[in-house]
């Protein structure tokens, strides 16, 4: 359904049914949605560079660039940071450290392999915690987050969310992601990813751990809402992908 991952709609469904050779089979990815998240992230990890989603590097470079663009950054932060293609990009920005959290242990293994050959002169950690109730004491400069949001719950928990993010930035910190506004309602595709959250709520329903992953999840103007809520002061940024990513919109939350 996306490239950018679970949550959005930039990307095409011939695009993400489309899989590099080396990729997951059909049958991996069956094994994976009925495994709990974490567990089926963990079965995924050696070949999720591989799959349509992890997030471009054409989306990553953009969002690179807007940082940057805003002066030094001594530290960052990558929320539900998988095999760490956001990571590589935040390492490049940041002078001092960056730090990479998720929930799939499997996921950080791969990460850490990849980043030791990465640019940039930060301080690379990692840590397996549950981004919903993080504690990182307004230590960073920037957060990002890519792919992630249709794992995290509408409702409480994406105010438990935003509240992590508010508590790991510093005043005038900022969150950086990508997102898609409000759908078109006789989209195709919208009622496609519908087709599929259903899917995933029927499997929950009668399946133990529950397997979270859901489409059209922390969009504008939802996302806006939440954030300015909970302090932030946000700006959006449409226009700076064409073609297959011209829905997408990048997003800085500034914390006041």
Same mark, same amino acid.
Request: charged share 20%.
């Given at each position: 359904?996306?490239?950018?991952g679970?949550? #959005?709609?930039?990307? @095409?469904?011939?695009?993400?049914?489309?899989?590099?050779?080396?990729?997951?089979?059909?049958?991996?990815l069956?094994?994976?949605?009925?495994?709990?998240?974490?567990?089926?992230?963990?079965?995924l990890a050696?070949?999720?560079?591989?799959?349509?989603?992890?997030?471009?590097?054409?989306?990553?470079?953009?969002?690179?660039?807007?940082?940057?663009?805003?002066?030094?950054?001594?530290?960052g932060?990558?929320?539900? !940071?998988?095999?760490?293609a956001?990571?590589?990009?935040?390492?490049?920005?940041?002078?001092?450290?960056?730090?990479?959290?998720?929930? #799939?242990?499997?996921? *950080?293994?791969?990460?850490?392999?990849?980043?030791?050959?990465?640019?940039?002169?930060?301080?690379? #950690?990692?840590?397996? @915690?549950?981004?919903?109730?993080?504690?990182?004491?307004?230590?960073?400069d920037? *957060?990002? !987050?890519?792919?992630?949001?249709?794992?995290? *719950?509408?409702?409480?928990?994406?105010?438990?969310?935003?509240q #992590?993010?508010?508590?790991?930035?510093?005043?005038?910190?900022?969150?950086?992601?990508?997102? @898609?506004?409000?759908?078109?309602?006789?989209?195709?595709?919208?009622?496609?990813?519908?087709?599929?959250?259903?899917?995933?709520?029927?499997?929950?329903?009668?399946?133990?751990?529950?397997?979270?992953?859901?489409? *059209?999840?922390?969009?504008?103007?939802?996302?806006?809402?939440l954030?300015?809520?909970?302090?932030?002061?946000?700006?959006?940024?449409?226009?700076?992908?064409?073609?297959?990513?011209?829905g997408?919109?990048?997003?800085?939350a500034?914390?006041?």
């Amino acid at each position: 359904l996306t490239a950018i991952g679970p949550g #959005s709609e930039a990307f @095409s469904w011939s695009e993400a049914t489309h899989f590099h050779p080396q990729g997951p089979t059909f049958a991996e990815l069956a094994q994976q949605a009925l495994s709990g998240t974490t567990q089926g992230y963990d079965l995924l990890a050696n070949k999720f560079e591989y799959t349509p989603f992890r997030t471009p590097d054409a989306l990553l470079e953009v969002v690179q660039d807007r940082i940057a663009a805003q002066g030094p950054v001594a530290r960052g932060v990558d929320l539900c !940071c998988g095999t760490g293609a956001g990571l590589a990009h935040l390492k490049q920005v940041c002078t001092e450290e960056v730090l990479g959290v998720d929930l #799939s242990q499997g996921m *950080l293994d791969v990460a850490q392999e990849r980043l030791e050959q990465t640019p940039g002169q930060a301080r690379v #950690s990692l840590m397996q @915690s549950d981004a919903l109730d993080l504690d990182l004491k307004e230590r960073f400069d920037v *957060l990002t !987050c890519f792919g992630a949001f249709g794992h995290i *719950l509408e409702g409480e928990q994406e105010e438990r969310f935003v509240q #992590s993010v508010h508590r790991a930035l510093r005043a005038g910190g900022r969150f950086v992601f990508i997102t @898609s506004g409000k759908p078109d309602p006789l989209s195709w595709r919208v009622w496609a990813a519908k087709a599929f959250n259903a899917s995933i709520h029927a499997r929950n329903a009668v399946m133990d751990p529950p397997f979270h992953m859901y489409y *059209l999840t922390f969009r504008l103007p939802r996302a806006t809402e939440l954030l300015e809520a909970a302090g932030f002061e946000v700006h959006a940024e449409r226009g700076l992908w064409q073609d297959k990513f011209r829905g997408a919109i990048l997003v800085q939350a500034t914390k006041r």
